[in-house]
C-alpha cells in the first residue's frame, strides 16, 4: 500500500519508520515508563529545568527572561566548586536555542533534563517555572500528568484519510495524518502484489489494514490509556472494529463524530463530552471497587493509613481527589512520608518540611509501578466524599 503525506507517496513501512523514528528521537510524549527510567538516572551534576510556556509567557520572548532569572537564582544557591564543573552559561545558552527551535511544536511547558545525555519533554499544561542541580533528576512536577484517561488516542477516518491526535489534558495535538493511494497490495498484508484500479472497497479494506497497524504501533509507544473514534461512515467504523488487534479492541472507548478534515479547535469541542464521560464512567468504577473492598486487607482508607501503605510498597492503585494539596514531612533517607509525626519512624532521623505530600505520594506511586486516580469529576468526587474519603489505595495484596 503506498500512502500520500502531503505531496509524497511512502509505503506503510516508511510510515512505521518515521513514527518509529518519533519514538526514538526527543520525545515528545512523556510516561510513566520513561518517568521511572528518568528516577534511575544518577549523575553528579544533573540538571532538571521547568518551564510555562503558556501564550503569555510567549509574548515577546518572556519565557527567555524567565529561563535567564531562573539559572541566575540557581547560580547563587550552588557551591563554587560546583559551577567550576558545570558551565550554567553555556547550558543556558544550549537551553535557550533548542526550545525556541521546537516552540511552535511544544505545549504549554516544557520539561528539560541534562546530565551526560539530553532529554526535554513538551507538557500539556503550565508547570511552576524551577531549575534544580543535584545528584538525579527531581521528575516530582510530572506526577499530576498520569491519571488513567488524561491521554487518549483520537482517530479520525475516511475511507482514504486518516487522521491520529492525542488529547492529554484538554491539549490536542496532531502525530500523524495519511491519505491512502492507488493501491499497490503489498507482502507486508500476506498477498501477491496486484494492481486493481478503482475498486473501491478494496480500497478501504487496504487503507483500513494500515490504521490498524499504526493504531497497534501508537498505542505501545505513547503510552495512552485507550482511543476513540470518528468515522466518515458505518461502513469505515464497522470495518475497522472488525480488523483491530485484542489490544486495541480492548482499548476502544467510544465514538464520536465530527469530519475528518476538521480543525483541531472543532475536534476539540465534539470530542471533549465523550472524554469528560470515559473519565467519569472510569472514576466511578474505581471508587465503586474501593468502597466495596475491605479496609486494611483489601484497601486502604485516608491518607495516613494511605502513606504507610506506599512506604510498603502495598498499593495498586493509589486514589486522590483532585486538587488536593497537603503539607506533611519527608525522610531524606528512606522517603517515609507522614503528616503527623517530624520524626521518621523507620529511621530515626527529622524528617524535612514539604508543601505538597499529595505530590510526593503521587510520585512513589508511580515509581512503583502503582496506578494513579484523579478524582476530578464532580460525580466521582461526590461518591467519595459521601465515604468521608479524600485520599485512599487499593492494595496488591
Given at each position: 500500500m503506498y500512502i500520500k503525506i502531503g505531496e509524497k507517496n511512502v509505503s506503510l513501512d516508511e510510515i512505521i519508520e518515521k513514527l518509529e523514528i518519533f519514538e526514538h528521537g526527543k520525545a515528545e510524549v512523556i510516561t510513566p515508563e520513561i518517568l521511572r527510567d528518568l528516577s534511575k538516572y544518577k549523575y553528579p551534576y544533573s540538571i532538571s529545568i521547568y518551564l510555562d510556556l503558556s501564550p503569555q509567557m510567549r509574548i515577546k520572548g518572556g519565557w527567555k527572561i524567565v529561563l535567564k532569572d531562573e539559572f541566575k537564582k540557581l547560580e547563587g544557591e550552588v557551591e563554587s566548586e560546583t559551577l567550576r564543573k558545570v558551565n550554567l552559561l553555556d547550558t543556558l545558552k544550549r537551553v535557550e536555542r533548542t526550545i525556541e527551535l521546537s516552540l511552535p511544536k511544544l505545549g504549554r511547558g516544557v520539561a528539560y533534563f541534562i546530565g551526560e545525555e539530553e532529554r526535554f519533554f513538551s507538557l500539556p499544561l503550565e508547570v511552576p517555572n524551577r531549575v534544580v542541580l543535584k545528584g538525579s533528576f527531581f521528575i516530582r512536577p510530572l506526577v499530576r500528568l498520569f491519571d488513567e484517561y488524561e491521554r487518549i488516542l483520537?482517530?479520525?477516518?475516511?475511507?482514504?484519510?486518516?487522521?491520529?491526535?492525542?488529547?492529554?489534558?484538554?491539549?490536542?495535538?496532531?502525530?500523524?495524518?495519511?491519505?491512502?493511494?492507488?493501491?499497490?497490495?503489498?507482502?507486508?498484508?500476506?498477498?501477491?502484489?496486484?494492481?486493481?484500479?478503482?475498486?473501491?472497497?478494496?480500497?478501504?479494506?487496504?487503507?483500513?489494514?494500515?490504521?490498524?497497524?499504526?493504531?497497534?504501533?501508537?498505542?505501545?509507544?505513547?503510552?495512552?490509556?485507550?482511543?476513540?473514534?470518528?468515522?466518515?461512515?458505518?461502513?469505515?467504523?464497522?470495518?475497522?472494529?472488525?480488523?483491530?488487534?485484542?489490544?486495541?479492541?480492548?482499548?476502544?472507548?467510544?465514538?464520536?463524530?465530527?469530519?475528518?478534515?476538521?480543525?483541531?479547535?472543532?475536534?476539540?469541542?465534539?470530542?471533549?463530552?465523550?472524554?469528560?464521560?470515559?473519565?467519569?464512567?472510569?472514576?466511578?468504577?474505581?471508587?465503586?471497587?474501593?468502597?466495596?473492598?475491605?479496609?486494611?486487607?483489601?484497601?486502604?482508607?485516608?491518607?495516613?493509613?494511605?502513606?504507610?501503605?506506599?512506604?510498603?510498597?502495598?498499593?495498586?492503585?493509589?486514589?486522590?481527589?483532585?486538587?488536593?494539596y497537603v503539607e506533611g514531612y519527608e525522610c531524606g533517607e528512606c522517603g517515609y512520608l507522614s503528616t503527623v509525626t517530624l520524626k521518621c519512624p523507620m529511621c530515626g532521623v527529622e524528617m524535612q518540611e514539604i508543601h505538597d505530600i499529595v505530590e510526593a505520594a503521587l510520585e512513589q506511586a508511580i515509581l512503583q509501578n502503582s496506578l494513579v486516580e484523579l478524582v476530578r469529576s464532580k460525580d466521582a468526587k461526590e461518591k467519595l466524599e459521601k465515604e468521608g474519603i479524600k485520599v485512599g489505595a487499593i492494595l496488591r495484596f
Open positions: 483520537v482517530l479520525l477516518l475516511g475511507k482514504e484519510h486518516a487522521r491520529f491526535i492525542i488529547s492529554e489534558q484538554g491539549i490536542l495535538r496532531e502525530i500523524v495524518s495519511f491519505i491512502s493511494e492507488d493501491y499497490v497490495l503489498r507482502k507486508d498484508f500476506g498477498v501477491k502484489v496486484v494492481r486493481i484500479p478503482g475498486l473501491e472497497e478494496a480500497k478501504v479494506i487496504w487503507h483500513v489494514k494500515a490504521v490498524t497497524k499504526v493504531i497497534d504501533i501508537l498505542l505501545n509507544m505513547l503510552g495512552v490509556n485507550g482511543f476513540v473514534l470518528s468515522t466518515s461512515t458505518p461502513e469505515v467504523k464497522s470495518e475497522l472494529l472488525e480488523r483491530l488487534s485484542k489490544k486495541a479492541s480492548e482499548s476502544y472507548k467510544g465514538d464520536f463524530s465530527v469530519s475528518v478534515t476538521a480543525p483541531l479547535t472543532e475536534v476539540k469541542e465534539k470530542i471533549t463530552p465523550l472524554l469528560a464521560l470515559i473519565e467519569r464512567d472510569s472514576e466511578i468504577k474505581v471508587i465503586d471497587e474501593f468502597i466495596n473492598s475491605v479496609p486494611e486487607k483489601e484497601s486502604s482508607r485516608g491518607l495516613e493509613s494511605t502513606l504507610e501503605s506506599l512506604y510498603f510498597k502495598k498499593v495498586y492503585r493509589f486514589i486522590t481527589r483532585d486538587p488536593l
